[in-house]
């Protein structure tokens, strides 16, 4: 039921009404703009507007938020021993500012954050986005459906290591007053991290409320404490020239690069703000980093860089080098606060992707809840969680501390910089109609530079970087093979399926039809559902309606309800139906069905028998898969949730007709 990667739908724009592009009169009675001259609804738009950046601090910044627990640091530690303190601060200092300028700011607030995906934004999105652009040839298609499977994999990948890392750099504060405390860190980071796995299934929308003034208070900590801190060393501020990154290179060219895999840690979560964009919309995102993210990071980078200066010997603990004696236990408290809120937004993030890759076709059928009756947004699925919350502990007893977990931190981060600089150059030349020598080029500067912060990153392969490549080549494994299974597994039954035309002929010889509605789930509608020709077989019936229903998912977030439903008359009591779903969108067929009324299809499906197959899968003799894909597919299409659960059909009007399938 789940159809391709992208499947091919033109994309229809919807019609502005006259209202939108100011034709209808003003009506009597119509509010009078106030003295200002601000009418009363852009009051309203823009309050609303601030009042998501709020709440988008509370989400969309936790990762990015946290960055300065540890990315100076990291880079600093990375150059000691190779060149002077003073030109290690500083260097570092000024590739983390450009870094949060040119590949933050530029990069994905202002330019890749155009390409909306219908208002969703996130790898698979833009992939999509991409793949619909006119004009693309087969190789180019196939790449962008390739670096859709390597990205959410990575971002798999990125979604078990935040959580550890963040948590764990937080809690560690604590042995920076008392070293008594170091053997805590582990347990207590183990409690806090198990504890927000476990109640991931009640949802997140009260803890949620507290977000937004947490990230408020803890982005006004950073800023207030780095600026004290620059005051008393001004000359931190000379840091923002770039030739001072230029000079840690012309004196340490190697050591330099190898600390760019230190820098690439100042902007994780960078890809956050694209994919969370479809819950809050571009403009709160926007307003939200430059006005008050952005400024409050780039005042703590200094504050610690200044702090740096006046004690070299601080650099293992750079956080908290600015920060006077009395902060460190409430900053302590409120990293810890932060982390759980970074490590929630990554949790969230996993679960969406998750939801778009099943409806695509990418994984197989999981279930998914619905936390929340008003932000459609809030999910949870069981499986993920599980898994998540069992990578997460792993890792922590694994490298029980968070400098060992930031070798294998970034590497994913900036794999799917990659993809995302490409599949956007795609958008901006073929759809945005932007210059093509213009495009190439900036585009290509782009990837050259997020190529090269993963090349330095990937230099930590064996320090830990095998870690996310191993989890990602896993998925990668796991969904090319669910792919590849898919489609030949469909294609056998495809074979050996009646034609529906060639059915339909004989469809009332020697048939006796009783009264009522059968519904069979198929994957097609110009064959016959082997339940079907199962029921007709055992039962010797045909219901007097039968509906032939497909659910087709696009590669667009939402669809229209005009667009929803297709329906063909097929003549003696069949009708061919199409359900059209987007892959933000959790089918839901007989309501799909109930709507059906509006073209033309009247159905009582409150006393409608579905009827689907319950498939026994055995390996054929040759199998295309070859042995272990064979193997692996069959336990992953045997493990995969019921279609009467996944598209919601009533438990009590099921009938599930059993059939085995050689592949």
Request: charged content about 15%; overall charge positive; aromatic content about 10%.
């Amino acid at each position: 039921m789940q159809g391709p990667l992208f499947y091919a739908k033109p994309h229809h724009p919807v019609t502005p009404s006259p209202s939108d592009i100011g034709l209808t009169p003003e009506p009597i009675g119509a509010p009078v703009p106030p003295h200002d001259g601000v009418p009363a609804e852009d009051r309203s738009r823009k309050a609303k507007t601030w009042g998501l950046s709020l709440a988008a601090l509370g989400v969309v910044f936790g990762d990015i938020g946290t960055s300065p627990l540890y990315a100076l640091k990291a880079t600093v530690l990375a150059t000691q021993g190779s060149m002077s303190n003073h030109m290690a601060v500083m260097g570092s200092l000024s590739l983390i500012f450009w870094a949060l300028i040119l590949v933050v700011t530029v990069k994905y607030v202002l330019i890749i954050m155009r390409a909306d995906n219908d208002g969703e934004g996130g790898t698979l999105a833009l992939a999509a986005l991409a793949h619909r652009s006119p004009g693309l040839s087969r190789r180019t298609k196939s790449m962008i459906g390739i670096s859709a499977i390597v990205g959410l994999a990575l971002f798999y990948g990125d979604g078990v290591l935040t959580p550890a890392i963040t948590v764990m750099s937080a809690i560690e504060g604590l042995k920076v007053e008392n070293a008594a405390f170091e053997p805590l860190v582990v347990p207590l980071s183990l409690v806090i991290l198990v504890g927000l796995f476990l109640v991931q299934s009640r949802g997140s929308n009260k803890l949620g409320r507290l977000f937004g003034p947490v990230m408020v208070l803890w982005f006004v900590a950073l800023a207030g404490f780095g600026l004290a801190s620059m005051l008393r060393s001004p000359i931190i501020l000379t840091a923002i020239n770039p030739l001072y990154g230029l000079d840690m290179f012309l004196h340490a060219p190697w050591v330099s690069f190898v600390a760019l895999g230190a820098v690439v840690l100042a902007v994780t979560g960078c890809e956050a703000l694209y994919a969370d964009m479809g819950h809050f919309g571009r403009k709160p995102i926007q307003y939200a980093w430059l006005f008050m993210a952005l400024p409050a990071l780039v005042l703590n980078y200094f504050g610690q860089g200044a702090a740096l200066l006046r004690e070299p010997a601080a650099a293992a603990h750079a956080f908290f080098a600015p920060i006077p004696q009395w902060g460190h236990w409430p900053m302590v408290g409120l990293a810890t606060l932060v982390a759980i809120i970074a490590s929630q937004a990554v949790i969230t993030g996993v679960f969406s992707m998750t939801q778009q890759a099943v409806q695509l076709g990418q994984l197989p059928r999981m279930e998914v809840r619905h936390t929340s009756a008003t932000d459609y947004g809030q999910i949870y699925v069981p499986r993920v969680n599980l898994l998540l919350c069992i990578g997460v502990v792993l890792l922590v007893l694994i490298f029980r501390n968070s400098d060992s977990l930031l070798a294998a931190y970034g590497l994913a981060v900036t794999g799917v910089m990659v993809i995302d600089t490409f599949n956007a150059g795609l958008v901006a030349s073929k759809q945005w109609r932007w210059p093509a020598l213009f495009a190439f080029f900036l585009f290509a500067a782009m990837g050259f530079s997020d190529f090269i912060l993963f090349i330095a990153n990937a230099l930590k392969i064996p320090q830990g970087g095998w870690l996310p490549l191993l989890l990602a080549a896993g998925v990668v494994v796991m969904m090319d093979t669910w792919r590849r299974g898919r489609r030949v597994h469909l294609e056998k039954v495809r074979s050996e399926s009646l034609p529906l035309s060639l059915f339909l002929e004989r469809a009332d010889k020697n048939t006796t039809r009783v009264a009522g509605l059968g519904v069979f789930l198929s994957t097609r509608t110009d064959i016959v559902p082997g339940a079907l020709l199962h029921n007709l077989k055992h039962n010797k019936v045909l219901h007097e309606r039968v509906v032939i229903c497909n659910v087709v998912v696009e590669d667009t977030p939402f669809v229209a309800a005009a667009q929803r439903i297709e329906v063909e008359k097929l003549g003696k009591g069949f009708y061919a139906v199409k359900i059209h779903h987007g892959f933000y969108e959790t089918p839901d067929v007989p309501q799909a069905l109930e709507d059906a009324r509006r073209f033309g299809l009247a159905l009582d499906v409150d006393t409608a028998t579905f009827f689907i197959g319950r498939e026994t899968l055995v390996a054929a003799e040759r199998s295309e898969l070859g042995i272990w894909r064979n193997w692996l597919y069959r336990h992953i299409a045997g493990a995969a949730l019921s279609p009467a659960r996944f598209y919601q059909l009533p438990t009590n009007r099921v009938v599930e007709l059993g059939t085995q399938v050689s592949i």
